[in-house]
């Protein structure tokens, strides 16, 4: 019993520290796109910095999709832990 309760930790300190890595990607990439688009912010946005913005947000779903992706394979490619487990 102690052995699955150890299991379990293990399993849910892996899924938080996933996603304080994605949270982090999430707030280096707003900051990215930031700086990349707005080198002079003006009281609206133009369309060379919306059409930034869009490039740079696209880019992101991209890449949030592939690490979702990569995470899930991950996952299933680990073993599931079985109550008939003996070891």
Request: charged share 25%; net charge negative.
């Amino acid at each position: 019993a102690s052995s699955s309760v150890a299991s379990l930790n293990t399993h849910f300190i892996e899924v938080e520290t996933q996603k304080q890595c994605f949270q982090q990607l999430v707030h280096q990439t707003t900051g990215l796109c930031w700086e990349k688009c707005m080198d002079k912010p003006g009281p609206k946005l133009d369309r060379r910095w919306e059409a930034c913005f869009e490039n740079c947000v696209e880019r992101f779903i991209d890449l949030s999709q592939f690490i979702l992706n990569r995470l899930e394979q991950t996952q299933k490619s680990k073993p599931v832990f079985s109550e008939s487990f003996s070891g």
